[in-house]
Every structure is written in structure tokens, then in C-alpha cells.
């Protein structure tokens, strides 16, 4: 059986809406670190943006009303996202402060935590939350 992936692309890879896709590419670089992998355009207008953490896909998103499509941001739509999603970085204190600097709002200071793991959460520009961890017996 063939690969039905994209070469270098997850099995699973969120995709998501945002409201500003260049304030989008800023942000996750800034906070995050995110290495930009791919951008489409159409007369100038980012339809699809694809980010890359330590060389591997980890995210994708468009604009919202990109392709017809009609999903809002949690932002947008004065929603609290029901999902969040859990990144592993080198310095968890870093991290936060760099999203913070970058405009993100602080759900949870870093602190250490009964699992194992230094961990803080914050919300990006577009409403989604974001956990930050790393072992503390890396």
C-alpha cells in the first residue's frame, strides 16, 4: 500500500481558522518559534499557511471565509475553544514570556507539576489555547 500522505506531512495536523493569516505567521514565530513551510496566495491574499516546529509540520491554517469556508476563530465567534493543544518546548518560562511579548494572554504561569512536566498555558491572538511543557528531568 501506498503513502496516501503528502511527503513530510503528519497523519494528523490541526488546521485551523484565523482572522489575519500574515498576523498569524508573526505570532507563532515570535512565540513559538514556528518556522514558516509553506504560504499559498491568490492575488495577494494568504489562503493557506503550513508552520514547522523543530523541522516537522505542526500546523496549518487560513483566514477565515478562505475557500468558502465559514469556521470562525474562537475569537471571533466570543467562544472559549474546546480544545488546546500541548507543546513541548526547550524553556517553558521562555516561551510564555515570548507569547506574552507577542500578545498573547497568560492563562497559567509556568510551574512545575505533579506529571513530570514544567507547564503554562496561554491563549493566542485567535482565541486557541496553547499548553507549554517540557520534562523537568530533561
Known amino acids: 500500500m501506498t503513502d496516501p500522505r503528502p511527503a513530510n506531512v503528519p497523519w494528523l495536523t490541526p488546521y485551523l481558522a484565523v482572522r489575519n493569516a500574515r498576523a498569524a505567521i508573526d505570532f507563532f ?10 504560504v499559498h496566495d491568490e492575488d495577494g491574499a494568504i489562503m493557506h499557511v503550513e ?9 496549518m491554517f ?17 467562544a472559549t475553544a474546546p480544545q488546546s ?15 506574552l511579548d507577542a500578545g498573547a ?12 512536566d514544567r507547564f503554562a498555558q496561554i491563549e493566542d491572538l485567535d482565541g486557541y489555547r496553547w ?5 523537568l528531568d530533561a
Open 29 to 38: 514565530k515570535a512565540a513559538f518559534g514556528f518556522e514558516l513551510r509553506d
Open 51 to 59: 508552520m514547522a516546529y523543530h523541522g516537522r509540520l505542526i500546523v
Open 85 to 99: 493543544f500541548y507543546l513541548y518546548v526547550d524553556d517553558v518560562d521562555a516561551t510564555w514570556q515570548r507569547a
Open 62 to 78: 487560513a483566514p477565515e471565509g478562505a475557500f468558502g469556508s465559514i469556521a470562525l476563530t474562537p475569537k471571533s465567534a466570543h
Open 105 to 116: 494572554k497568560s492563562l497559567s504561569a509556568p510551574q512545575d507539576q505533579f506529571w513530570g
Open 131 to 135: 499548553a507549554l511543557g517540557c520534562r
